[in-house]
């Protein structure tokens, strides 16, 4: 049997162990929010060195980019310029076809960075792509947080495959495409949502733009 007094006791020494112990929690968790930033800057460094390495790449290893380059400068020169430098050459006939988006992307951002500067900016989207989908797939499905930062940097190492070093930039985005696709069709799993089932559609008539892969 216990007294009231043990009982009173007792209940003294918890509430004064209680505020001890949720302090060290409260400091463990702070080690780990910590140590988890620390971690995604060291990534975002890797990162940005890695895309940097590869994105003054315009030929070999990237065998197929110069044609794609050369496309994307003439169709930059027809829908900006009116055809200034190469429309006694070449006619622009737009269709919904695969790699339509492919061209239109690159013709933009050589019009904006010119064709060094596009290539550069063009090839770090590509590079970019497939973590950045992995991360909305993540975030989606709830993978937990100390996953997230290992497949970010794997899924970075992974794009430079073969197909990106083949220049195959629009096969490449059309993997990462059909990544958040995958995130959209577990939302819709997990709860309805007509504007996501939009968004679904909408992506996936883009993604047929891009490369007849994602259909």
Known sequence: MYSSQETDTGAALAALNTPRYGLSRRCALSRSAL???????????????YVAEFAHLKSFPLQDFPNHLARGRIIADALFHHGAQFGSTYALHLMLVPYLLHDLMLALSIELFGVAGGA????????????????????????????????????????????????????????????????????????????????????????????????
Request: net charge positive; aromatic share 14%; hydrophobic share 65%.
């Open 120 to 215: 550069a900016v063009f090839t770090s989207v590509v590079l970019l792509s497939l973590p950045l989908a992995l991360l909305f797939y993540m975030h989606v499905t709830r993978v937990a947080p100390q996953a997230r930062l290992l497949v970010f940097l794997l899924s970075l190492y992974l794009s430079t495959d073969w197909f990106f070093v083949m220049g195959f930039m629009a096969f490449r985005l059309a993997v990462a495409l059909l990544v958040v696709l995958a995130a959209l069709a577990e939302r819709l799993r997990g709860h309805w949502d007509g504007r996501v089932f939009g968004a679904y559609v909408l992506l996936l008539v883009v993604g047929y733009s891009l490369h007849l892969t994602v259909p």
């Open 35 to 49: 140590i988890e930033r620390g971690g995604w800057l060291i990534a975002a460094v890797l990162c940005a060195a």
